[in-house]
C-alpha cells in the first residue's frame, strides 16, 4: 500500500505508470520488421509468422466459409442465448448514437451542411491469445454493422489446429462478417494496413490487442495514404475508488475480473480508508486460488496499486491523473461524483454495476483507450465507423454577401487566385442575370 500524501511528483508518477511501457524501443523494432516483412511478403509472410507465433501451419489465411455457415449447432444453447441477448443490447444502444445531418443557412444564399456517412472498408481484430473473445467480435461487429460499413474484414489469430472459436465465428455470422482470416498479432494490422494478395487493405482498422498490436497500429497510422486507426487499445486495465463502506468482496472481484485478462494487465485500487484495502487485500488472495485462471491474474496483481488517499476528492484526483480505461466507483453517492472524473474510458456506478457488465452485456462498448489515453480519446461509439464532410452551396446572393470578406481574407493572406475566384464571378455577366437567385 502507497501513501499518496507521502510521495513527491516523480515518485507519484511512477507508482502510475503502466507495466508494458518498458522496453519501448525494442518493441518498436520488433513490430516494425514484421511489417516490413509483410510489407514485401505478404501472404507468405503471414503464414510464417503465423507458424511461428500460433503454432498452426496454414496453406491459407482465409477462414473456410462453408465452417462459418454451420456454427449454429456448435455452441450451446446458452451460450447462444447469451450472444444472441448482448448482441441485441448491443445494437440497441448504438443506433440510439446515429448522427444527425446538419443544415444551416449561414447567410442569406449561403446553405452549409454537415452530412454523415459509413466508412467502405473497415478492419476488426480480435484478440486471441489465452482467450476467445466473441465479445469484442459483437462490439465491433455490431457497431460496424449499425453503422452500414459495406466491407467488414476480421483478423483473429488461429489456434494450433487452424481454427478460431465457435463462439467467435457464430458472433461473426450475426454481426453479417463473411469476410474472415486467421492471423493475429502485428502481422495482423500489417496486413489489413497494407493488404497482400488474400488481403485488401481496409481504410480504419478497429480492436484491442497486446503491447505489439497496439504499437503495430501506430505505425501503420503513420503510413502515408494509410488507414486510420480507432485508439491505442492495448492491455486491459481498472482503477476502483472505494470508501470505507464499500463491500471488499466487490472490490476484489473487479480488480481480478481485469487481472485475468493477461499478464500485462493492470489493477489499480485507490480508497481513503486504510481498513477497506487491507480488507480488499485478503480478499484478492482468497478469490484468486479459486480462478482458473489464477497463474495468468497472480502475475497481473503483481502490478496492482493499493493507494491510499487522505479523501476521496484526492482520490479523484489519483483517478484523472491516471486515466483509466475502466473507472469504477464504489463510493456513496456515486453518481455525484461523474462531473469529477473528467479521464476515464467507461464508468461504473455503484456497487451493482460491475465491469463485467460493459465488457460483454449492457451495450456499451468494451473497447476502450487505455495507458491513460483516456485523457484525449474516447470509447469507441457509431461515430468511429462513420465519416463527417461538409457541403456548401452559395447563388449569386450568397457569393455578393460574402464575397467582400472572402476577398478581404485572401488579400490578407496574399492568396490573390483566391480573391479572383470570387471577384470573377461577382463581374460576370453570367452573375448579373442570376442576381437575386436563391442556393437550392
Keep these: 500500500m502507497q501513501i499518496w500524501s507521502t510521495l513527491n511528483n ?222 491505442p487499445a492495448g492491455p486491459s486495465e481498472v482503477l476502483v475508488i472505494a470508501d470505507k463502506d464499500a463491500n471488499p468482496v466487490y472490490v476484489a472481484a473487479d480488480l481480478l475480473s481485469q487481472a485475468e485478462h493477461g499478464a500485462d494487465s493492470q489493477a489499480v485500487l485507490v480508497s481513503d480508508s486504510e481498513a477497506l484495502i487491507e480488507a480488499t487485500k485478503q480478499q484478492v488472495s482468497a478469490q484468486l486460488a479459486t480462478l482458473s485462471r489464477k497463474d495468468i491474474a497472480q502475475q497481473a496483481i503483481q502490478h496492482s496499486r493499493y493507494i491510499l488517499t487522505g479523501n476521496i476528492e484526492q482520490a479523484f484526483e489519483v483517478s484523472n491523473s491516471y486515466g483509466p480505461e475502466h473507472l469504477i466507483v464504489q463510493i456513496e453517492n456515486a453518481r455525484e461524483s461523474l462531473d469529477k472524473l473528467t479521464n476515464a474510458g467507461s464508468i461504473f456506478v455503484g456497487q451493482w454495476s460491475p465491469e463485467s457488465a460493459g465488457d460483454y452485456a449492457s451495450g456499451t462498448n468494451h473497447v476502450l483507450p487505455t495507458y491513460g489515453y483516456a485523457r484525449n480519446y474516447s470509447s469507441l461509439g457509431l461515430a468511429d465507423f462513420m465519416r463527417r464532410y461538409t457541403v456548401q452551396e452559395l447563388s449569386y446572393l450568397g457569393l455578393q454577401n460574402i464575397g467582400d470578406a472572402i476577398m478581404d481574407l485572401a488579400d490578407a493572406e496574399g492568396l490573390d487566385a483566391h480573391r479572383q475566384a470570387v471577384a470573377l464571378r461577382l463581374q460576370s455577366d453570367l452573375c448579373a442575370e442570376n442576381k437575386g437567385g436563391n442556393a437550392s
Design 10 to 231: 516523480q515518485q507519484q508518477q511512477n507508482l502510475l505508470s503502466r507495466p508494458a511501457m518498458a522496453d519501448n524501443q525494442k518493441l518498436s523494432d520488433i513490430v516494425s520488421d514484421i511489417i516490413e516483412q509483410v510489407k514485401y511478403q505478404g501472404d507468405e509472410a503471414l503464414l510464417a509468422l503465423t507458424e511461428k507465433f500460433d503454432g498452426a501451419k496454414l496453406t491459407s489465411v482465409k477462414f473456410d466459409e462453408v465452417s462459418l455457415e454451420e456454427v449454429s449447432g456448435l455452441i450451446s444453447a446458452k451460450v447462444k442465448k447469451a450472444i444472441d441477448q448482448a448482441y441485441t443490447n448491443i445494437k440497441s444502444f448504438h443506433q440510439a448514437q446515429y448522427p444527425q445531418d446538419v443544415k444551416v443557412e449561414t447567410a442569406p444564399g449561403v446553405v452549409c451542411e454537415l452530412k454523415h456517412a459509413p466508412l467502405a472498408s473497415v478492419g476488426l481484430y480480435i484478440p486471441g491469445g489465452t482467450a476467445p473473445l466473441p465479445s469484442t467480435v459483437l462490439m465491433l461487429g455490431a457497431t460496424a454493422q449499425v453503422a452500414g460499413c459495406a466491407r467488414k474484414v476480421l483478423c483473429t489469430p488461429p489456434n494450433k489446429d487452424g481454427q478460431i472459436a465457435s463462439e467467435i465465428r457464430y458472433a461473426a455470422k450475426l454481426c453479417g462478417i463473411d469476410e474472415i482470416y486467421l492471423v493475429g498479432g502485428a502481422q495482423a494490422i500489417a496486413a489489413l494496413a497494407l493488404g497482400t494478395d488474400s488481403i485488401a487493405k481496409v481504410d480504419k482498422i478497429f480492436g484491442p490487442g497486446n503491447s505489439f498490436v497496439t504499437e503495430a497500429k501506430q505505425q501503420v497510422s503513420r503510413i502515408p495514404a494509410g488507414p486510420a486507426i480507432d485508439m
